[in-house]
Structure formats: C-alpha cells, structure tokens
C-alpha cells in the first residue's frame, strides 16, 4: 500500500505560481467531469480567476449567482440556491478527479464547505512548478473525414458545422467514437511495423496522433524547447477604457501605463490593480493543458510562459515558440506580423480588432470584421499562422482571436492533430513533403460568449518550410 503524501496549503504569489494554478484549472476543465459541464466548468474557472486576482470578496453566493449564472442582482439566494447546489456537485466531482492514482501528485484544488474560495494544496516535496506534473492524455475527436470532404470537428460537443467555404475544409459536430480512434491506430502502428522492418526501434513506444501530426512533430522533433507564451488579461481590461493598444515596444520595456495626463485618477488606480492581478486569461488554461498532454504524448515538456515575462533576447534563440492570443493581447505575436497575410489591425471607424487580409486571393474579402463583442453573440474571426523567427531557425506557431472566444476556438484545432491535418491538406499540403509554412483564418458564430460554429474560411501557404 503506498502512503498518501504529505501535503499543505500552499498559496500562490508569483506570476509562475499562478501559472501552475492555471494549469491544473485546465487539467481539471477538460477531464470528463468538468468538460460535459459548462455550468460547473463556468464556476470553478469563476472562483479560481478572482482568488488569483486577489479578489476574494468578489467570491460570494450573490456575486456568484450574478457573475456565473446570469441571475438578477436583486435574486432571492434563500428560495434560488443554484449556487449552493453547483458548489456541492461541484466538490464530489473534484473529489473524484483527485481519488485517481495518475491525479495523485498534482497541485489539489479545493474549496471546502461554507466556502466558495478555493484553497491549494501541494505536496511538502517542494513547490510545484509550471508544466511539470502528469497532464491527462489528451482524447481527440473521432472519426475520420470521408475521402474528398476535408470535414472536421472540435474536440467539443458543443460545436457544429455551418457552411463550406474553403475545399469543405468545414468543422463539424461528430459522435465520439474514441475506438475507431485506438483500432485506426492501432492499425497504423502494425503497418508501419511491417513496412519499415529495419527500422522497428521508431515505433517500440505506443505511436499517438502526435506522431502522425507534421504541425507538432516540427515543434517537438527539434533539439531546442518549445515554449508557450500566454496572453495578457490586464491588456484586454486596459484597452476598453483607453481604446488603446500597448505597443511592443512600450511592452518590452514593461511601460503598460498611460501617461498621467491621459487618464484620471480613477483609471490610473483601476489599471494599476489590473495590472497586480493574475496576467493569464482563462481562455488560456485548457489549451495550455491540451498542448501539454500532446508534448507528453511525445516524451517532450512544454515551457509555459506569461508573456510579460519574455525579452528580446529569448526570441533570440532557435527555441520554438507557441504564441496565444492577438497583438492586443499579446503584443509580442505583432513581431510577426510582415511575415503574414492575415494580420490583426484595429479599425478605425469602430476602434475594434479585425483581420486584414494583405494579399487577397481569389474570392476573398480584403478583411475579416467580427460583429461578435467579447462575450457577446454573433461572428468572430481568428488565426493559425506557422512561421519562421525572425533571423533564427526556430519555428513560431501564433494561435489569436480577435476575442477570446476566437483564441479558444483556434486553440481546439491546433490541439485536435487529426483535424488540424485534415484542414492543411484542403490547402495543399502534402503528408510526404516537408510541412510548409502556413495560415488559416477561422471562422466562428459564437452565442452569448461560447463558439457554436467554426469554419476554415481561408487558408494560405506562406515561403519556407518547418525543419523536421
């Protein structure tokens, strides 16, 4: 019998620490238990954001009911107790997630009875570090596309399809079917075997997804680390009141203010508290978990980074980086920007995020302009772009949204290998030739804030290819 570990409660401080919460807040929303749940996914992702921002509080029955489930701030929370019956679901779920063996050495998230704040609690080993304990293997969607369709789907039964726009290069609702997924590899794996008999060491480990993936094979085929650079919440919050973006260059040398004579009081007040708080959406949380999960798939460890945390000097490597989030969020991926067709600007009549497309194709628009607000329902857009780094000869993979919903969306796909690949070759990409640089533009309807329909409406291949 093993002796359970010693833990104790732990409280993050460091913007790294806080990152180690957001990943086990991500492993936690897409294990089952949470992922066939937005209402309780919605809470927990609630009541772990405002404890990282230092605003415990905001963590109250009523605020909850308002925040979380849309309900009137008058509400009776005596005769309506969705709170108290969620929050009590919500513990029995946690519970059961911990009591398995392989969840055993991760950072436990709780928050006891009485309580909506969440409390840490880590092994007396030492302190947790970012990407470091055991990911769930990541599950994807399920069957494959007919021949000729090119027809996908997200891991999220939430998601249907809607039109066709670019060589049926379409993301579509399917029925899990995780066992045509092992016996289709299954398969696979004993062909291979067969095929390449000098060569039977390659394939001595189970072979995944990841290995049949070209996008993640460049990634973590290379000989230097890969790391993820998450985007910046406090910019968000900071260009709804200026209506400003913080340029790259006032961000490399951590200028994130306005000039006192550009703001009141108040608004210097309000951003420097934004500015204390947790930098990381929560938008980020799943996809750092799904990458993760593929990087282990592949015996490699992924290097999460906020992105106020970068310099000049760590673009200056041959490392490969994965940037999420657009330049207004992230206004390191703005580096990037000449080497594509697709590029995020800001609409001057509506002062909004929209994608420009700088060497139209044919029957393409000049840009894509989302109607969808942050949170709000109607349509949005969002890029997947492969590039080199500048003067280097690591690969850069930018994953935006002109919303956040946009970022979600486009972090499913890069996650999903099968469908991702699927959506290269409705774009010519060949599965024997070196994987070329490239961009998509997706395209998403979104309904009071969640991603309902995605499509590819534009894929184009760019110089280059990705060294393997």
Known sequence: MVAKKTRKVWVPKTEDEKLVVQEQLGRLLIDDSFARSERCGDFLRFIVERTLADDPGSIKERIIGIEVFGRNPSYDTLNDPIVRVTASKIRKRISKYYEDPQHQDELRLSFPAGSYVPVFERSEDGPPEPSSTS???????AEHPEAGTGQLSLPNPDLESVGNPVQGATVVKTQD??????LSLLFVAVI??????TTWYRFSRPISAVARAPLWSALFDSAHPTHLVTSDYALVGLREITGKSVPLADYANRKYLPESNQATPEELRYFTALLAGSSTSDVDAPIIARVSALA???????????SRHITISDLRTDDNFIFLGSPSSNPWSSLFSNELDFQFVIDKATQREIIQNVRPGPHEPPAYVPTALGG?????????????????????LIVGGANGEGTDAAG???????????????????????????ELVLRLSTLAGSPTHLDVVACHLLPGTASR
């Open 412 to 438: 499913r796909l890069i996650t999903d290998p099968l469908h991702l690949w699927s959506a290269l070759k409705s774009c010519g990409m060949e599965q024997r030739s070196p994987l070329r640089h490239f």
């Open 135 to 141: 990911m769930p293997a990541l599950v994807c969607s």
């Open 192 to 197: 291979a075997v067969c095929v390449a008999g």
């Open 376 to 396: 709000g329902t109607g349509e949005s857009y969002a890029i997947v772009a492969l590039v080199q780094n500048l003067d280097q000869n690591g690969q850069v």
């Open 177 to 182: 079917s995780f066992r045509w997924v092992f």
């Open 296 to 306: 282990q798939q592949n015996q490699k460890a992924i290097d999460t980074r906020a």
